[in-house]
């Protein structure tokens, strides 16, 4: 009862100190949540049967993954000096409309009868989603989602990493010998990506195709929707690393965020916390997902696979060029480190395994005691702000959607 009457003073003394204008009602924010949790139902690809299923999330983490290698890039390559967490925040957080129009094929975008009718859409619900947010967080999020693909050169460069990662799953297809329409769609796209103005995406495409390092690596982030989570677990949702790592990065951004902004702590790299959330799994692409009972047995075996884990992610980042080993190192070997940016990524990722109990246990009774497991873990071990205004606010409307609605 006490730890209850102090979250609920913090969040009492938070709303008492913001200003008046940036007061709206708190629960608006579990929108952002629904359409992050929905992405993962809007399929790509479906009406060219592909051999590997595609969804907007799995697409979205992605594009996030290949920002970050992009940014490097343009920042280490070719002197370019740009903002490394809006390209990241954008690419993973451009087909965030997708949750309301689905995903739209690009020659209907650009069809003269529809298309002006389109991007009036698009950017109507991205604002829609926006504009449900506390007022402290919409500037931000205005900039990552609605103009996400705007002319500007991160625009221009979220756009030609959309299309560079169109072209990996076309040739992850056509390695399978999928569809014909996989080779042409593979060529076109290949053609396009040639005449990017954006250097970093020529980089990429020529690199991609004969360094062996940049290809696995790629790899690793193109196959991380084969790694299925929750295995020994009777699933009615399918999970995979990919849609799990989108969700994990989406909630980081918004911890981050919601404790810069609403609670006053300017003292997070949101760029290294939105790195870390991106990459903290791709290792699993290698090591496969472990269960966390099995993981946690003991002191000694948690040590073990921590070392293991490290050590994977390690070899993955030194088959990279030199110039990108210290910012992934840091990403990707040591994402959940004793720094405040490592905690908030932690703590997204048990954030999201309780949304993933909220949501089965609805018609599987199976993750009831899960999800009560889970949330005394995190009631027990966390009291950050933002960990505070997930368990007061969006919590309480996933449930009661879920529940009463």
């Known amino acids: 009862m006490k730890r209850l009457v102090e979250y609920w003073n913090r969040i009492a003394r938070s709303q008492k100190n913001a200003q008046k204008e940036d007061l709206i009602h708190p629960m608006n924010n579990s929108r952002f949540t629904h359409a992050i949790i929905q992405m993962q139902y809007v399929s790509r690809w479906k009406e060219y049967s592909p051999r590997y299923k595609d969804n907007a999330a799995s697409h979205s983490f992605r594009c996030a993954a290949i920002a970050i290698l992009a940014g490097i890039i343009e920042e280490r390559v070719y002197g370019r000096s740009l903002d490394q967490l809006k390209l990241v925040?954008?690419?993973?957080?451009?087909?965030?409309?997708?949750?309301?129009?689905?995903?739209?094929?690009?020659?209907?975008?650009?069809?003269?009868?529809?298309?002006?009718?389109?991007?009036?859409?698009?950017?109507?619900?991205?604002?829609e989603i926006v504009s449900r947010l506390s007022k402290s967080l919409q500037p931000k999020f205005y900039d990552y989602v609605v103009e996400a693909e705007d002319d500007s050169y991160v625009g221009q460069l979220v756009r030609g990493i959309d299309s560079f990662d169109a072209m990996l799953f076309c040739k992850r297809e056509l390695d399978r010998d999928s569809s014909a329409i996989f080779a042409s769609k593979y060529e076109e796209l290949k053609a396009t990506l040639a005449g990017s103005p954006c250097e970093s995406i020529g980089w990429l495409l020529e690199h991609s195709e004969r360094d062996d390092g940049v290809m696995q690596f790629l790899q690793h982030i193109l196959n991380l929707d084969l790694i299925e989570r929750w295995g020994g677990s009777f699933n009615l949702i399918p999970d995979n690393d990919a849609t799990h790592s989108f969700r994990v990065a989406a909630m980081s951004l918004f911890n981050g965020l919601l404790e810069a902004e609403r609670f006053g702590r300017k003292d997070i790299d949101l760029y290294r916390l939105l790195g870390k959330s991106v990459m903290h799994d791709i290792v699993e692409g290698v090591s496969g997902d472990v269960a966390s009972p099995i993981k946690r047995s003991s002191p000694a075996i948690r040590e073990a696979f921590e070392h293991y884990e490290q050590e994977v992610a390690r070899q993955m980042v030194m088959k990279l060029p030199a110039f990108f080993h210290e910012t992934l190192t840091d990403f990707l070997v040591h994402s959940k480190d004793d720094t405040y940016e490592g905690e908030l990524v932690d703590i997204a990722d048990k954030i999201d395994a309780l949304i993933k109990s909220n949501l089965e246990m609805r018609n599987n009774p199976h993750y009831g005691e899960k999800y009560y497991q889970q949330l005394v873990h995190i009631q027990h071990s966390y009291e950050n702000p933002c960990v505070i205004f997930f368990l007061a606010y969006i919590l309480h409307d996933l449930t009661y959607d879920h529940f009463v609605k």
């Open 89 to 127: 925040a954008r690419a993973l957080l451009h087909d965030l409309n997708e949750t309301v129009t689905g995903s739209i094929k690009y020659v209907t975008k650009k069809d003269k009868h529809v298309s002006e009718h389109i991007r009036r859409l698009e950017s109507e619900v991205s604002i």
